[in-house]
Every structure is written in structure tokens, then in C-alpha cells.
């Protein structure tokens, strides 16, 4: 079981440039500087982390995606994806 407590949000410091022609992004960390680029399902968790809680990211995230891919599919997806986001500060709690 992946539990996480707390809301989500991108960085405020963090500047991002998408291609939606190119189904990518690119991610800007001036904190640590570095250029990221995010494919389409990195880029669309970043899109679903505006202060929601991490519970409905993950199911807004799952429920979009599992008819292409199948709902454990979609999970493992997910948690790949949101964990690179957190680690590269693209992401930060919004709980202080």
C-alpha cells in the first residue's frame, strides 16, 4: 500500500513550458538548476498537483488513464511518475 499525507502543488519557483504538439514538457528548477523533461504522464501529474490532497491526484490521475492501460497499470504509472516529480523539486507538499 503507497500512502502519502498532505496536498500538492508544483514549486513556486519552478517554471514550466509545455508542448502539446510534442506531448512534452520541460521543467525548470532554478533552486537546483536543471532543465527536466517531463513526457505526457509526468506532465499531466504535474497539471493535477494544484493543492489537492495526494489521494485525489492518484484518482483523478488513475481514472483518467486506466481505460487506456487498466487501473494497476495506471497506479504503478502514477507513483513512478509523482515520485520524480517529488525528487527533482517539481513538487512540494503544500502543508507547512
Known amino acids: ?28 528548477t532554478p533552486d537546483d538548476p536543471d532543465l527536466h523533461d517531463l513526457n505526457t504522464s509526468a506532465w499531466f501529474i504535474l497539471e493535477l498537483c494544484d493543492g489537492r490532497p495526494f489521494a485525489q491526484i492518484e ?13 494497476d497499470v495506471a497506479r504503478i504509472q502514477f507513483h513512478q511518475g509523482f515520485d520524480l516529480l517529488l525528487n527533482r523539486n517539481i513538487i512540494a507538499s503544500t502543508d507547512h
Do not use: C, I, L
Open 59 to 71: 484518482a483523478d490521475y488513475v481514472k483518467a488513464v486506466a481505460p487506456t492501460m487498466g487501473a
Open 1 to 28: 500500500m503507497y500512502s502519502r499525507n498532505g496536498s500538492y502543488a508544483k514549486a513556486p519557483e519552478v517554471v514550466v513550458r509545455g508542448f502539446e504538439e510534442w506531448g512534452h514538457a520541460y521543467a525548470f
